[in-house]
């Protein structure tokens, strides 16, 4: 099962190529539609992949900040 930053992304991907669509960009739509198949088809199957794939950002708090 899908959490839900999964559904997010695939959320996201999907309001992208639509967003393209309407501006007629069928190309830009065409690449990210087949560049986040590969993302959403391999959730389950190779999630070590998804895991590195992903970028972690740190949190800034004011802690870990040295001012």
Do not use: G
């Not at 970028?55 to 004011?62: A, G, I, Q, Y």
């Amino acid at each position: 099962m899908m959490d839900i930053s999964h559904r997010l992304i695939i959320a996201w991907a999907t309001q992208r190529v639509n967003y393209l669509d309407e501006l007629q960009r069928y190309e830009d739509s065409y690449a990210v539609s087949q560049e986040f198949c590969e993302w959403t088809t391999s959730f389950n199957v190779y999630p070590e992949v998804l895991q590195a794939a992903t970028l972690k950002v740190p949190t800034f708090n004011k802690e870990n900040r040295a001012d």
